[in-house]
């Protein structure tokens, strides 16, 4: 049995991780916020830019409109694969990578890997190829750092490095929920023209040109929002999870004390025992 100056370390080391995690949990909280409403904004755009380019592609033939647009044959995947730089977020991090394992072992075609995040790059750099390492991107998160890695990763696949482009995240659903999701980047999926609303439209200069600003807008507003909604949810989750240490430490320090308090009186009454034991023998003597 432990004796009492071990317990007392105990309850003292318990208190100081309860001050860490809590501060932890503090910290994402106002993280949250900021990185919630910043996904929060963008959704409405990322959707009504889709919307506009679903009704340009229902009124036109895209036949050889667009190199983003056209199917072929598929050789080569890329998969984005986006994490956080840091740990102690439950498992956000390793639903994500498992997500990735599953997708490449059942993958028929060579894989490469586009890591966001250090926790992907750490986890696959030894056993799989690594197209790129954007892991520093969350030191200047914006839109342009995204759009700059997006527009060479774009230049790739028209030049036919790979042939197919997903990116793996943590979509932000609440401060307790994240959802992995795997999406198509490349090329983009359009839907089927029995399922659009036909409407006729008048193009300035033309619905071909149009296309080919929205679409490459399009792709770099996909991977940034999908970015941007594992941000939110790596704050999600790290409140989450230190919300649960904070309390599990808490519980775990009631108990010490109760343990503590329960031996320190033993050890009371044992000495006073001794010491009646000890006055009786004495007055006997």
Not at 144 to 164: A, H, I, P, Q, W
């Amino acid at each position: 049995m432990a004796n009492l100056k071990e317990i007392r370390g105990r309850i003292t080391s318990i208190s100081s991780t309860m001050q860490i995690t809590s501060a932890m949990k503090m910290v994402s909280a106002a993280k949250l916020k900021k990185a919630q409403d910043a996904i929060v904004m963008l959704r409405p755009y990322s959707e009504k830019l889709q919307e506009i380019i679903e009704n340009v592609s229902s009124s036109t033939d895209l036949e050889g409109v667009s190199t983003f647009t056209a199917e072929r044959e598929i050789k080569k995947v890329l998969y984005i694969v986006v994490t956080s730089n840091r740990g102690l977020a439950g498992a956000f991090n390793s639903s994500v990578i498992k997500e990735l394992n599953t997708l490449i072992g059942n993958s028929q075609h060579e894989v490469e890997i586009l890591t966001v995040g250090k926790k992907v790059y750490d986890s696959v750099r030894k056993s799989r190829t690594v197209y790129d390492n954007q892991s520093a991107i969350f030191d200047a998160m914006s839109f342009e750092t995204v759009s700059n890695f997006t527009e060479n990763l774009m230049k790739d696949y028209r030049e036919g490095k790979f042939d197919r482009v997903y990116v793996v995240y943590n979509k932000f659903i609440n401060a307790a929920t994240q959802e992995v999701k795997t999406e198509q980047v490349l090329p983009i999926a359009l839907p089927e023209t029995a399922t659009t609303v036909n409407t006729d439209y008048i193009f300035e200069p033309n619905a071909a040109e149009i296309l080919n600003v929205l679409i490459p807008k399009s792709i770099k507003t996909q991977v940034y929002k999908s970015i941007l909604d594992s941000v939110a949810s790596e704050h999600g989750a790290r409140m989450t999870a230190m919300h649960k240490a904070t309390d599990n430490a808490e519980a775990l320090r009631s108990d010490l004390k109760i343990f503590y308090n329960k031996a320190r009186q033993a050890a009371i009454t044992n000495e006073i025992l001794e010491i009646v034991g000890g006055a009786e023998a004495l007055k006997n003597s």
